[in-house]
């Protein structure tokens, strides 16, 4: 049985979405950030950034129990431990992890700044907004340009970069973006949104 510890963030839907995929036995366990649940001791243990999502595999490497945390890590984790969702070419895996990657380090903290301060913010810092806006709109920018022509992010077939980068774009209101503006990713969006398992992994916890 796999435990995901997780909240209903663009973070913790990454796995949630992955898990429905995959189709594996899973028991949710909500973390409620909002009431600071992620700095208790026992998730800690865990999670020592005190970060969601966190996931706790008892058929781990060796048959051993392995516990981990950082999104990408537990994407990647689970992708190779199904072979799903990962290409086996060697050059179309890197990159699907190049744009896994550039979502962890860029279409992620970007955005979450953005949503920190053009939403959250308890003052109004108009040159912090400015900056992650634009850096945000830059961002969308180079997605819609990789997904020109495309299905997916990296070609035909859904993967891990897919998965990552997908919660986040679904919170364009938070970004100030309008999807229309960016066709091809708009179009993408859609067709993650009619995807079922995409579906129940957003509604999680």
Not at 122 to 149: F, I, S
Not at 187 to 205: C, D, N, S, T, Y
Request: proline share 7%.
């Amino acid at each position: 049985m796999i435990d995901l510890y997780t909240w209903g963030t663009p973070n913790g839907r990454k796995v949630s979405i992955m898990l429905e995929a995959l189709r594996l036995p899973y028991k949710v366990h909500p973390v409620n950030i909002q009431a600071n649940e992620q700095f208790e001791p026992a998730f800690l243990k865990i999670s020592p950034n005190n970060k969601i999502p966190a996931l706790v595999d008892d058929e781990g490497p060796n048959g051993e129990k392995v516990e981990l945390f950082e999104s990408g890590a537990i994407l990647l984790y689970l992708a190779e431990k199904t072979g799903e969702f990962i290409p086996s070419d060697p050059v179309e895996r890197l990159e699907c992890l190049q744009w896994l990657m550039w979502q962890m380090g860029g279409f992620g903290p970007f955005l979450g700044q953005a949503h920190h301060f053009l939403k959250f913010a308890k003052e109004d810092v108009p040159y912090a907004k400015q900056r992650y806006k634009d850096e945000t709109a830059r961002l969308w920018q180079v997605l819609d340009t990789q997904l020109a022509g495309k299905l997916f992010v990296i070609g035909e077939d859904l993967t891990i970069a897919d998965f990552a980068i997908y919660p986040w774009a679904m919170r364009y209101e938070w970004q100030q973006i309008d999807p229309e503006q960016y066709p091809h990713v708009h179009a993408w969006m859609k067709r993650m949104g009619h995807i079922e398992f995409v579906q129940r992994g957003m509604q999680l916890p």
